[in-house]
């Protein structure tokens, strides 16, 4: 059974005695402002305006007693009789937090929340948390380098108090989760995260009086792939199997668009755009005439910083890097010159092509979109590698 605390709040001005709510000031007097939460074993009061006693029905004699953050010693006092607790108050704004529990600790108010390197690096930044009368929300910037990660979130047990913690990290689905009351809860999530992502992790359900968050640590699993690229007219077309961005088979996850023209100097006249919805795909069906390794490039256009997609050949990962190839911003999206074209090639940063293995005949080719990024999609080619 929970205990319920009978809390009845009144406040003083000038002798005469106002109940907080409901009713007007006396004639010729200035009110007070009062507001006041309270849970099994703790009150909090705001009062604001003229110096006030403010006298708090809490049955029992309090532990400790707060004024705007520093414990009174004295200033304030418990009625047997009464069953009240009276503080005198200044003119002004004041916070009064009043403990009836056995050795109590005031009420946090802010903390850092790390985001420690599950590696023994120097980690990833931290979150500042901020407590209120629903529980914390903290928030920060990620500070590592663009990939995959694994998160691992461990809070203590939430004892009486029904509490869920929700996290969002820009890009990424929200993971929300339950705490148990009666043991730690570890929440493993994988998240992709782009350097400066958002990252905010919340507990409601209650006030809480300290950090329930006891740790958030992360291991990076993947690196995004940054692909090498060229300007799209030093690309020589000729060689290899062209497959035009406008001509795919399928798609999904969003609502694809072809330009029809509308961008500036497209092969074929047209290209795919609207392509940025986390989880979009494209297809296209290509057709190999020699089975033997081939290099990818796609030529793309696009005003956002990083554009991550995963490429698969028919339903499959080619290589593990494939999974997060990173294109980047060529200075807009190609409706104003032709010259923001770029021509990505699936290899590593150093330059060295990823080779594709692929047989003789038709394949499917599949770009997904990884967070949210944008990318206009003109052609892909297939080169084979001597
Ligand atoms: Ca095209």
Redesign the pocket.
């Known amino acids: 059974m929970m205990r319920r605390l009978l809390c009845t709040v009144w406040v003083s001005v000038a002798a005469l005695w106002l109940p907080i709510a409901g009713l007007p000031a006396a004639d010729g007097l200035q009110s007070n402002a009062v507001s006041a939460s309270f849970d099994d074993d703790w009150v909090v009061v705001n009062v604001r305006g003229p110096a006030c006693e403010l006298e708090v029905r809490t049955d029992k004699k309090p532990t400790a007693l707060w004024l705007d953050g520093a414990k009174l010693e004295e200033g304030w006092s418990f009625s047997d009789e009464s069953r009240m607790t009276r503080v005198r108050l200044a003119e002004g704004v004041h916070e009064i937090e009043i403990a009836l529990l056995p050795n109590p600790k005031r009420a946090i108010k802010e903390a850092d929340i790390p985001l420690t390197d599950a590696g023994g690096g120097q980690g990833f930044g931290t979150l500042k948390a901020f407590f209120g009368v629903n529980g914390m929300r903290a928030s920060g910037v990620f500070s590592g380098e663009a990939g995959k990660y694994d998160l691992s979130v461990k809070c203590m047990p939430s004892g009486r108090k029904n509490l869920t913690v929700s996290l969002a990290a820009e890009g990424n689905p929200t993971a929300t989760w339950d705490l148990d009351r009666a043991k730690e809860t570890e929440k493993r999530i994988t998240l992709l995260l782009s350097p400066d992502a958002k990252l905010t992790l919340a507990v409601g359900g209650a006030r809480l009086r300290t950090n329930p968050v006891l740790g958030v640590s992360m291991k990076q699993v993947a690196a995004f792939t940054a692909l090498p690229h060229l300007p799209a007219d030093q690309v020589k077309t000729g060689e290899g199997v062209l497959v035009?961005?406008?001509a795919f088979s399928a798609s999904g996850g969003g609502e694809l668009k072809r330009s029809g023209g509308g961008h500036k100097g497209?092969?074929?006249n047209?290209?795919v755009y609207s392509f940025g919805a986390p989880g979009q795909w494209i297809e296209w069906k290509v057709s190999v005439p020699k089975a033997g390794k081939y290099r990818l490039i796609v030529v793309g256009a696009t005003d956002h910083a990083r554009p991550i997609r995963r490429l698969e050949i028919d339903g499959k990962l080619p290589c593990p890097a494939c999974e997060l190839l990173q294109f980047c911003s060529t200075g807009g999206w190609a409706r104003r010159t032709a010259k923001e074209w770029w021509a990505f090639r699936v290899a590593d940063p150093s330059g060295k092509d990823i080779p594709l293995e692929l047989g003789a005949g038709e394949h499917t080719l599949r770009l997904t979109v990884v967070l949210d990024h944008h990318l206009n999609v003109?052609?892909l080619l297939l080169q084979p590698i001597e």
Do not use: L
């Open positions: 035009e961005g406008e497209a092969h074929g047209d290209n003109d052609y």
